[in-house]
């Protein structure tokens, strides 16, 4: 399947943005709808084990222990020309509380504040333990990949057909969500911005039943069945048929707004040209004006005025139409 035929994933808008962000961020972490949902994570008992021994000590060493300091020398010791990149790599919070909270627990003992340094050292080693904690728990877009799954479509979700038609889609909507007409907010009578990435989402969704309904059919290998047993299957092969040619319609649909959000941009790009010819004629006289004092120079400076009023009747009257060339597009519903 070349790339042009390929469809990118497909996310369910319902989804939170933010989760829809991380998804498409993370497409390595994605599972096909096909296939069965990545099970939660469930560590072994040697994992367990040795995170109950592994996350006191690394507290003890960063929250109460001078870690900070130690992990400091030891990477001036290795005489890194980043030693502060690598030493800010966990971030401002953890840089400033591994460094700041040994010294002032010192700070607290020399001035005989022991209690008080202590109840710090209690709270920098439970602080530094969730920290760990929440360190090792499920990737944000492992457990989102997980809890949505279903959710969002892959390539793999679709065979051939299919991705051809979704393809088609998504060049349709990404062509209307990139003109000049859309950003300028020319295209008042939908909402782009949601309305698309809903069509397209349920454009995908029928698309894959399609393919998990093409791919039953094959397994079932109609060849090796009798007469009666394919008449028993032809209405289903005439229902999938019909609801094909309805969402190749919607696509179709989409197609022809794409065009004619185009055709939008080219009046769009119209009218700016025309807006800006009358300025342009009143350099072309005043050059004219400038270099040729004849007859035949005053009679080209007339007729470029002639021009620039029929430039501005045209600004406000004729490219309005052609901007309103591009209505709704017709959103109807997969069968």
């Known amino acids: 399947m070349t790339d042009d035929r390929r469809p990118r ?6 989804i939170p943005g933010g989760e829809r962000a991380l998804l498409a961020a993370s497409p390595e972490r994605l599972v096909a709808a096909g296939r069965p949902a990545p099970p939660p994570p469930r560590p072994g008992p040697w994992t367990i084990a040795a995170r109950v021994v592994w996350i006191p000590l690394f507290a003890f060493f960063y929250g109460v222990f001078p870690g900070g300091w130690f992990r400091l020398f030891f990477l001036a010791s290795l005489d890194d020309d980043d030693l502060m990149g690598g ?3 966990w971030g401002r919070l953890p840089l400033a509380a591994m460094t700041v909270t040994p010294a002032v627990q010192i700070a607290l003992l020399l001035l005989g504040q022991e209690e008080a340094a202590g109840a710090l050292a209690a709270a920098s080693f439970t602080a530094w333990a969730a920290g760990a904690v929440r360190y090792l728990r499920e990737p944000a877009a492992a457990r989102a990949a997980r809890e ?8 793999g979700d679709f065979d051939r057909p299919a991705a051809r038609l979704l393809a088609r889609a998504q060049r349709a909507v990404d062509a209307v969500l990139g ?3 859309h950003r300028a907010g020319l295209l008042d009578a939908v909402d782009n911005a949601v309305a698309l990435p809903r069509e397209e989402w349920a454009i995908a969704e029928a698309l894959a039943e399609h393919t998990r309904l093409r791919r039953e059919r094959r397994r079932q290998q109609p060849a090796r069945l009798g007469p009666e047993v ?3 299957l032809e209405p289903q092969r005439r229902a999938l048929d019909l609801s094909v040619r309805s969402v190749t319609a919607r696509v179709e649909a989409l197609e022809d707004y794409a065009r004619r959000v185009r055709a939008a941009d080219d009046a769009f790009h119209e009218w700016r040209v025309l807006r800006g010819i009358p300025e342009q004629n009143a350099r072309y006289r005043e050059l004219l004006a400038a270099t040729v004092r004849d007859d035949l120079a005053r009679a080209e400076i007339d007729r470029l005025a002639a021009d620039a009023e029929r430039a501005e009747r045209a600004f406000r009257g004729s490219v309005r139409t052609a901007l309103a060339a591009a209505p709704e597009p ?3 519903h997969p069968a």
Do not use: I
Not at 148 to 155: A, D, E, I, K, T
């Open 148 to 155: 949505h799954h279903g959710r969002y479509l892959l390539p």
């Open 179 to 181: 003109s000049e007409s």
């Open 330 to 332: 017709g959103l109807g």
């Open 9 to 14: 994933p497909v996310f369910d808008p319902a």
């Open 87 to 89: 030493f800010l790599r």
């Open 230 to 232: 394919r008449a028993l």
